[in-house]
Nanobody, 126 residues
Framework: QVQLVESGGGSVQAGGSLRLSCAAS????????TGWFRQAPGKEREGVAIINRDGRVTYLADSVKGRFTISQDNAKNTVYLQMNSLEPEDTAMYYCAAAFPYNNFCPSADNAYDYWGQGTQVTVSS
């Protein structure tokens, strides 16, 4: 079992920045994909950014390109989401998720991820 704990959410004004962190309790397999997903009220959950164990960003949503950056510190089993130039449309609950695929392919669909954190709220006011 892998537990994920997110932190770093909060309330900011448009144009501000936040950094989310996702700490994993263990790292048991050779291949790992870690993703950030978000869900706004009344909307479906959507992928934001995904990174593999080697540090390659395998997915970045068009809506956040140029504003959000995903990175990781493997020594700390932690993945980060740096969010700059935040917009009210970024308001959502943000979730960290992990998958341990048999190959090097990191899926972008949320239903491919087996482990989820509890979520951290991000609220951006105009």
């Amino acid at each position: 079992q892998v537990q994920l704990v997110e932190s770093g959410g909060g309330s900011v004004q448009a144009g501000g920045s936040l950094r989310l962190s996702c700490a994993a309790s263990r790292d048991p397999y050779p291949r790992k994909c870690t993703g950030w997903f978000r869900q706004a009220p009344g909307k479906e959950r959507e992928g934001v950014a995904i990174i593999n164990r080697d540090g390659r960003v395998t997915y970045l949503a068009d809506s956040v390109k140029g504003r959000f950056t995903i990175s990781q510190d493997n020594a700390k089993n932690t993945v980060y989401l740096q969010m700059n130039s935040l917009e009210p449309e970024d308001t959502a609950m943000y979730y960290c998720a992990a998958a341990f695929p048999y190959n090097n392919f990191c899926p972008s669909a949320d239903n491919a991820y087996d482990y989820w954190g509890q979520g951290t709220q991000v609220t951006v006011s105009s």
